[in-house]
C-alpha cells in the first residue's frame, strides 16, 4: 500500500500518483519542445516562410522539407528509423524555394491511382506528406493539392514517380517547373 504524502502536499496523494503526474508534465513539455524548434529564422529572401530545417536529420517528420524524401530514405536503408516510402514530397511556399525552408501545413495532397482509387496526405507543420511504406498505388497516378477552403491544384499528366521532390525541385526536373505549392484561391 502506498503511503498518502499530506505532510508536504497538503492533500492526501500517493507516490505513485505524483511520480505520475509528474511524468505525463515532463513528458508533454518534451513534446512541446520537439513540435516545430527545429526550425530557425531566416530573412524571408533566402524561405518565404522565414524559418529554415537547421538540424539533426534523423527521427523526425518534419525534417527537410524539400529535400528527395523517398531517396534519403532508401539510402538510409533502416525502415525503423527511416520508413522506406514510396509516396512523400513537400508542398513549399514558393515554386523555387530552396531545400529545407518550412513547406506550407494543412494541405491535403490527393494521390489517384491509374485504377481510381484515391489516397489522400495531410502536410504537416514543415508541409512534408507521405503514403504509409505498405500502401499501394497503380501506376502512373495523378495528384491534386487542396487546401482547407477546397481550392485545388491539379497535376494533369500521369507520372509513375512517388518521390515527388525528386521531381519538384527548386529549379524544377523531369518536366516539373518547380516546388509543389499550395492551390491559389479564386
Not at 531545400?99 to 481510381?116: E, Q
Request: proline content about 8%; charged content about 20%.
Amino acid at each position: 500500500m502506498q503511503r498518502p504524502l499530506t505532510k508536504h502536499l497538503g492533500r492526501s496523494h500517493t507516490a505513485v500518483e505524483l511520480q505520475l503526474a509528474m511524468s505525463l508534465a515532463v513528458g508533454a513539455l518534451l513534446l512541446a519542445c520537439q513540435v516545430d524548434t527545429k526550425f530557425v529564422d531566416v530573412p524571408h529572401s533566402v524561405c518565404a516562410s522565414g524559418e529554415i530545417w537547421a538540424f539533426q536529420d534523423k527521427d523526425n517528420p518534419r525534417m527537410n522539407p524539400g529535400r528527395s524524401c523517398v531517396q534519403c530514405h532508401t539510402e538510409e536503408n533502416d525502415p525503423a528509423q527511416a520508413p522506406i516510402y514510396v509516396f512523400a514530397g513537400t508542398v513549399m511556399r514558393a515554386e523555387h524555394e530552396g531545400d529545407d525552408c518550412r513547406g506550407v501545413p494543412s494541405m491535403n495532397v490527393i494521390v489517384t491511382g491509374a485504377d481510381g482509387t484515391e489516397f489522400s496526405m495531410p502536410s504537416n507543420s514543415a508541409g512534408n506528406f507521405w503514403l504509409p511504406p505498405e500502401t499501394e498505388v497503380l501506376m502512373p497516378y495523378t495528384a491534386r493539392i487542396v487546401d482547407d477552403a477546397g481550392n485545388a491544384r491539379v497535376q494533369q499528366n500521369p507520372v509513375d514517380n512517388g518521390d515527388c521532390n525528386s521531381c519538384h525541385t527548386e529549379a524544377g526536373a523531369n518536366g516539373a517547373t518547380g516546388r509543389l505549392i499550395p492551390p491559389v484561391a479564386p
